[in-house]
């Protein structure tokens, strides 16, 4: 069974730093693109960032460019986010969701395209 488990949330003050961590098990994911998404309160899931499999390919939303980056490490299946500059706008509940593996990486930052998501990890930023 494919298992997605997030790690590394919590409370942070404006300006920090914060760095996610989704560790994958169930099925190597190394040859399928990942990202990390988003839902505030009140809010519709979005797309934070995605990486390509092997890591070439990278997107951001464009509220966390240049603050956010996204790597992973395929020998030990997991997908890092690092998250610089912190803002209260960015509190949200983090989820990391991996696609079946013939899914594109141009198709992922659409939440529908991912078939499985983790639980979330919840980030808050205080001004």
């Known amino acids: 069974q494919v298992q997605l488990v997030e790690s590394g949330g919590g409370l942070v003050q404006a300006g920090g730093s914060l760095k996610l961590s989704c560790a994958a098990s169930?099925?190597?994911?190394?040859?399928?693109?990942m990202g990390w998404f988003r839902q505030a309160p009140g809010k519709e899931r979005e797309v934070v960032a995605a990486i390509s499999w092997i890591g070439v390919l990278k997107t951001y939303a464009n509220s966390v460019k240049g603050r956010f980056t996204i790597s992973r490490d395929n020998a030990k299946n997991t997908v890092d986010l690092q998250m610089n500059s912190l803002k209260p706008e960015d509190t949200a509940v983090y989820y990391c969701?991996?696609?079946?593996?013939?899914?594109?990486?141009?198709?992922?930052?659409?939440?529908?395209?991912?078939?499985?998501w983790g639980k979330g990890t919840l980030v808050t930023v205080s001004s």
């Open positions: 169930g099925r190597t994911f190394g040859s399928t693109p």
């Open positions: 969701a991996a696609p079946s593996p013939s899914t594109q990486f141009k198709d992922i930052p659409n939440p529908e395209n991912m078939d499985y």
